[in-house]
């Protein structure tokens, strides 16, 4: 099994800046993919960011030009750095990564969510 542990999340006012992390770790063979989704009260999750193994980044429209996603491959890891920060960003971000395990299977797997909240 793989899992994902996200941090960072908060509150903060609009305008402002959070910066969420995500770390795998488990049966790992190879990550390829890892995205931040997210989900706002009685709506459906949504893709917000996808990088790729090789660095090649993909945006929602409504966070281009304000969100970056990075990842560290020796750690692991996958960064949302989250800037200019508005009241319909507030929701649950997870984070989530397919990946190859030590058996040559393929899956996917999701962390447990962190809330990010944004004031007027």
Not at 42 to 57: D, F, P, Q
Request: proline content about 2%.
């Amino acid at each position: 099994q793989v899992q994902l542990v996200e941090s960072g999340g908060g509150s903060v006012q609009a305008g402002g800046s959070l910066r969420l992390s995500c770390a795998a770790s488990g049966n790992i063979f190879r990550l390829s993919a890892m995205d931040w989704y997210h989900q706002a009260p009685g709506k459906e999750r949504e893709l917000v960011a996808t990088i790729t193994a090789g660095g090649s980044t993909n945006y929602a429209d409504s966070v281009k030009g304000r969100f970056t996603i990075s990842r560290d491959n020796p750690k692991n890891t996958v960064y949302l750095q989250m800037n200019t920060l508005k009241p319909e960003d507030t929701a649950v971000y997870y984070c989530h990564a397919r990946y190859t395990d030590h058996s040559g299977r393929y899956g996917g797997s999701w962390g447990q969510g962190t809330q990010v909240t944004v004031s007027s």
